[in-house]
């Protein structure tokens, strides 16, 4: 995630990206791995000018992010 307070840690400097055309498409494949997701690193899918977006890491560490194109 890039923000100046994000510290990269051996072994967390990848991520599964999740591509998806609406939010109604991504939700189900976002609901799966976001349970026990860490909450300080999560941002709920939302709207952004470019689509839909939304990011955590879960339970094992390991970084998701979703983008939609609507």
Known sequence: ???PM?????G???AI???GETRAELQ???DKP?????????????????????QFFDR???HWIFVGAG
């Open 12 to 14: 967390d400097t990848f």
């Open 28 to 30: 189900p494949m976002f």
């Open 34 to 54: 976001v349970e026990g997701a860490r909450e300080d690193r999560f941002q709920e899918l939302h709207e952004m000018p470019f689509g839909t977006y939304g």
């Open 60 to 62: 094992y560490g390991i």
């Open 1 to 3: 995630m890039a923000s």
């Open 6 to 10: 994000y510290e990269p840690v051996h």
């Open 17 to 19: 990206l999740v591509t």
